[in-house]
C-alpha cells in the first residue's frame, strides 16, 4: 500500500454536470499530481500543486481545477462533463522536493463514467 | 509524433523467460525515465528510476537508458505470473521524477505458467 488513498472508487455521471474528486496523500508529501488515464492509455498529466499552489500543468482545458488543502488532502474538480472525460483519474503524491531521487506515489484512482 | 512510444503489445511469454519491454522519446530534454508497473484496477507502482544515461539493476529488473538513441529497456529475468501487468514507461524533464511526467501508452504482459 502507497499510503494514498482517493475517493470514491467509482462514479457515474452525465454530461454537463460537475465532478469531484478527492484524493489523501501521505503524511508529510506537500506535492500532489493528478492524472487522467483513459482505457488503454498511460496516465496524461493534468496538473500539480505544491505546497496549495498550482506548479505546473498539462493540456487540460480550464473546466479541469483543484484545490490542496493543509491537510495533505487534495481535490480534483471537472466542470461541464464530457463523454470524453470518462476515465481513471489518479493522484499521486510526492515528497518534500529535497532530494532528486524523491517520487511518487499513486493512488488506486478513481474511475469516472460520463453517460 | 508522440513525445513517448511504447509497443502496446499484448505479449505473452512462458513463466522464466527474459522480457524485454522498449520505448521511444522525441524529447531530448528528458532526465529522469522511470517504469512503473500497473495491475488491472490499481494505480501505477514505481518499479525502476534512472537518472540520465546507464543501467541500473534490481533483483530481477535491470533498467537501461540510452539518451544517443533515445530509448529505454526494462528486462525481466525469471520471468513469475506474478509479473502479468501492463508496463508503464515514464519520462521528466523537470526538476524530480515527478515532474511534468509523460507516460508512454504501456505494454500488457502475460506470463503463462
Known amino acids: 500500500e502507497t499510503g494514498v488513498t482517493q475517493s470514491p472508487t467509482h462514479l457515474i455521471k452525465t454530461r454537463g454536470q460537475q465532478v469531484t474528486l478527492r484524493c489523501s496523500s501521505q503524511?508529510?508529501?506537500?506535492?500532489v499530481s493528478w492524472y487522467q488515464q483513459a482505457l488503454g492509455q498511460g496516465p496524461q498529466f493534468i496538473f500539480q500543486y505544491y505546497r496549495e499552489e498550482e506548479n505546473g500543468r498539462g493540456n487540460f482545458p480550464p473546466r479541469f481545477s483543484g484545490l490542496q488543502f493543509p491537510n495533505y488532502s487534495s481535490e480534483l474538480n471537472v466542470n461541464a462533463l464530457e463523454l470524453d472525460d470518462s476515465a481513471l483519474y489518479l493522484c499521486?503524491?510526492?515528497?518534500?522536493?529535497?532530494?532528486?531521487?524523491?517520487?511518487?506515489?499513486f493512488g488506486p484512482g478513481t474511475r469516472l463514467t460520463v453517460l | 509524433q508522440k513525445e513517448v512510444e511504447q509497443d502496446p503489445g499484448p505479449l505473452s511469454v512462458p513463466e522464466g523467460a527474459i522480457v524485454s519491454l522498449n520505448c521511444t522519446y522525441s524529447n531530448s530534454a528528458f532526465q529522469y525515465f522511470m517504469w512503473y508497473r500497473q495491475y488491472s484496477r490499481k494505480g501505477p507502482e514505481l518499479l525502476m528510476y534512472?537518472?540520465?544515461?546507464g543501467n541500473k539493476e534490481d533483483g530481477r529488473f535491470t533498467a537501461q537508458v540510452d539518451k544517443s538513441s533515445k530509448y529505454i529497456s526494462l528486462f525481466i529475468r525469471d520471468s513469475q505470473p506474478s509479473d502479468s501487468a501492463t508496463y508503464l514507461c515514464?519520462?521528466?524533464?523537470?526538476?524530480?521524477?515527478?515532474?511534468?511526467?509523460?507516460f508512454g501508452p504501456g505494454t500488457s504482459l502475460s506470463v503463462i505458467p
Open positions: 534512472t537518472y540520465s544515461s
Open positions: 503524511s508529510g508529501h506537500n506535492t
Open positions: 515514464a519520462m521528466s524533464v523537470g526538476e524530480t521524477s515527478y515532474d511534468k511526467v509523460i
Open positions: 499521486a503524491s510526492s515528497g518534500l522536493r529535497v532530494r532528486s531521487t524523491d517520487t511518487q506515489y
